[in-house]
C-alpha cells in the first residue's frame, strides 16, 4: 500500500514537474502571419508590389504608406528603406507590436515606410524562368544582393514615389557594407569552418536555413514555460549574450518568421569572409572560373571607401557577428561617417527587436532623419 502512495506521490511530482515545463505560454496572434496580415492586424494600411532582377528574380516589396493617422496622407513624405540581413525577410521589422518595431514607429513619425526581401528568403522564391528547386535558382550570394537587389529595388521605389532621395536603413547583411567578418564566432564561426565540400555535403547545393520541420519545433518548444529560457541561451549561442534584452513572450512571433533562408553559396561567401578576412566578391574555387567571372585570377574586393552618402551607425559590444574588431576596420573605411554609437550590451539581434531598441537606436534614427530634412 505505501509502495502504491509513493509510486502515485513521485508520479504526481514528476507530472507536475513536466507540466510546468511544458505549459505552453500564451500564444500571439501574428504567429505564423505573413507580412501583410501582420501589418493589417496593428491596423495600418499596406501595399505589395513585385519588383524584377536585371537577372529574372522576382522580389516582393511593401510598403506602409502612412501610420495611423489618415489625415495626412496624401501629402509627400520622406521615403525611407529598411533592409533586412541574413536568413531573414522584411517581417523582422514588424516582429514586436507597434510602439516597438521600427516599421510601425516610422510610419507613425510621418515617413513613407518601403521594406524589402532579398532573393531566395521564404518570400522571393521567384523567377522569370528559373525553377526555384534548381541548383541555378541558388546560385548566388550577396554579390547578387549587392549587384541586381538593391538596385532594382531602390529605383523601382525611387519611380514609384518621385522622390529625389530615400534613406537606407539596414541591418546586418541588409548593410551591404560590412568590411569584414574575420572575427565572428559563435556557432556561425563553427558552421563557416566547415569548408567548400564539406558545406556541400551537409547542406546541399541550393537553400540552407530555410523553413522546415524543425523552425515548427523550435516554435513548440520556445512557447513553453521553462524552455523559453533555453531558446533564450541558444539564441544567445548564434548571436551574442544580453539574454535580459529579449522578449521571450514573443518567441512564438520570431520562430514563426525566422530563419527565412538563403543559398548555400551565401553561406560560402560568408566562409571566404571569416578565412580571409577581407571583403570581397565570392572566390569561384579556381583561377579559371574567377577569370570567367571576373577577368581576374581573384576575386576584386569591395571598396567601402568609395560609398559618400552620409552614414550613421549603431554596433554593438556583445555582437558575436559584428564582432567590435571588424567593426572598426569598417570605420576606418566609410569615408562619410557621420554618427557612431557603440552599445556594450548589445548582440546581433537587440538592434531589430530588442526590449529597449526603441530608446537606443530606433527614436535615434526618426531624429536623425528630422534633423537632415530641417536642415
Known amino acids: 500500500m505505501w509502495c502504491l502512495l509513493r509510486t502515485i506521490c513521485l508520479v504526481h511530482i514528476f507530472g507536475s514537474i513536466l507540466c510546468s515545463i511544458f505549459e505552453p505560454l500564451p500564444r500571439n496572434p501574428e504567429a505564423n502571419m505573413n507580412i501583410n496580415e501582420i501589418i493589417s492586424y496593428w491596423g495600418y494600411e499596406y501595399e505589395e508590389y513585385e519588383v524584377v532582377t536585371e537577372d529574372g528574380y522576382i522580389l516582393p516589396i511593401y510598403r506602409i504608406p502612412h501610420g495611423k493617422n489618415k489625415s495626412s496622407h ?22 514586436n507590436p507597434p510602439n516597438s518595431s521600427l516599421g510601425f514607429i516610422l510610419a507613425d513619425a510621418g515617413f513613407d515606410v518601403w521594406m524589402g526581401n532579398s532573393r ?30 538593391l538596385p532594382a529595388t531602390i529605383d523601382f521605389i525611387v519611380k514609384k514615389t518621385e522622390q529625389k532621395q530615400i534613406y537606407y536603413v539596414g541591418h ?31 547542406f546541399g547545393e541550393k537553400d540552407v536555413f530555410s523553413s522546415s520541420d524543425a523552425k515548427y519545433f523550435v516554435e513548440f518548444l520556445c512557447q513553453r514555460e521553462i524552455a523559453g529560457a533555453a ?8 548571436f551574442g549574450y544580453d539574454p535580459k534584452n529579449l522578449n521571450e513572450s514573443r518567441l512564438d512571433v520570431y520562430a514563426g518568421q525566422a530563419p527565412a533562408g538563403t543559398s548555400v553559396q551565401t ?56 564582432d567590435p574588431i571588424d567593426v572598426r576596420h569598417l570605420e576606418a573605411n566609410i569615408s562619410n561617417l557621420i554618427y557612431h554609437k557603440k552599445i556594450a550590451d548589445y548582440n546581433h539581434m537587440d538592434f531589430v527587436i530588442g526590449l529597449n531598441a526603441r530608446d537606443e537606436v530606433f527614436d535615434e534614427i526618426v531624429a536623425f532623419i528630422n534633423e537632415d530634412l530641417s536642415s
Open 120 to 149: 531566395g528568403n521564404t518570400y522571393a522564391r521567384k523567377h522569370v524562368y528559373l525553377d526555384p528547386h534548381s541548383k541555378q535558382f541558388w546560385a548566388f550570394s550577396y554579390d547578387q544582393h549587392i549587384k541586381y537587389d
Open 231 to 238: 531558446c533564450n541561451d541558444v539564441l544567445t549561442l548564434l
Open 267 to 322: 553561406l560560402l561567401h560568408y566562409a571566404q569572409g571569416v578565412r580571409t578576412g577581407v571583403f570581397q566578391a565570392y572566390d569561384w574555387g579556381s583561377t579559371l572560373l574567377n577569370m570567367l567571372h571576373y577577368n581576374q585570377r581573384t576575386p576584386p574586393p569591395y571598396k567601402v571607401n568609395d560609398m559618400k552618402v552620409p552614414t550613421a551607425m549603431w554596433s554593438g559590444g556583445k555582437d558575436i557577428l559584428s
Open 172 to 202: 546586418s547583411q541588409g548593410t551591404l557594407i560590412v568590411a569584414t567578418v574575420k572575427y565572428v564566432s559563435g556557432a556561425i564561426r563553427a558552421i563557416t569552418s566547415l569548408g567548400t565540400t564539406l558545406t556541400k555535403v551537409l
Open 74 to 95: 496624401l501629402v509627400p513624405k520622406p521615403v525611407v528603406y529598411l533592409q533586412h540581413g541574413w536568413t531573414v525577410s522584411a517581417s523582422i521589422w514588424l516582429a
